[in-house]
């Protein structure tokens, strides 16, 4: 009953402000050189830890069609403690409206999910460090079958403009002079694309 009210709470309060989640995303091909560039900038990261992901898509949807105002939703797993997640693309696929509170049980919220309709896509697991940088979050993740990235993010209103947040995110991760390439998908579709291309997608677990 606790974490029932918790997670109502957390939802409310994140309706309440319309805030949204503004990111921008990169590939890196040296994870040690960019570590190194960010203790430059006085950025400590965290200790490296396991995130374990099932996305989910509403009835209807497929890789390949917009995202643009379609809910996603998403069950992640870390250090024994489930978190449930919404987020709704609003001007690109990494500028979201995003709702998330603690759950108790996983399975009994994937069932849930199943029963309302959602459909799970694709697992994305993923070894994630963080830090803080300059009022943005700093995220370096290892993704499994998919290498080394860097997400830089900034929680802000509806009143800033999604592109500007992230000229100024460009900005940020460009001045550590390390060679990455900016990626504008989102891992779900990442693995969904790899593992299309290859002939071996298959129903997630």
């Given amino acids: 009953m606790i974490a029932i009210l918790v997670c109502c709470l957390l939802v409310t309060r994140a309706l309440a402000n319309n805030d949204h989640e503004v990111e921008a995303k990169y590939h890196v091909s040296d994870l040690g050189e960019l570590i190194k560039a960010l203790a430059q900038r006085q950025v400590v990261l ?53 709702h998330d509170c603690v759950i108790h049980d996983r399975d009994a919220m994937h069932a849930a999910l199943a029963t309302m309709g959602w459909v799970p896509t694709v697992r994305i697991v993923k070894q994630r460090r963080t830090g803080e940088w300059d009022g943005a979050t700093v995220c370096v993740d290892v993704v499994d079958g998919l290498g080394t990235f860097v997400e830089v993010e900034r929680l802000v209103s509806s009143q800033h403009s999604s592109e500007q947040v992230q000229h100024g995110l460009d900005a940020m991760i460009r001045s550590l002079g390390v060679p990455v390439l900016r990626v ?16 071996r997608m298959s129903a997630p677990v």
């Fill in 46 to 98: 965290t200790e490296p830890s396991v995130q374990d992901d099932q996305a989910y898509a509403p009835a209807g949807w497929s890789y390949g069609m917009s995202k643009i105002g379609v809910p996603f939703a998403r069950l992640r797993t870390q250090k024994g403690r489930h978190l449930f997640t919404v987020k709704k693309p609003i001007d690109n696929e990494m500028a979201c409206l995003e």
């Fill in 184 to 199: 504008v998908d989102t891992y779900d579709t990442l693995i969904w694309n790899l593992a299309s291309a290859a002939g």
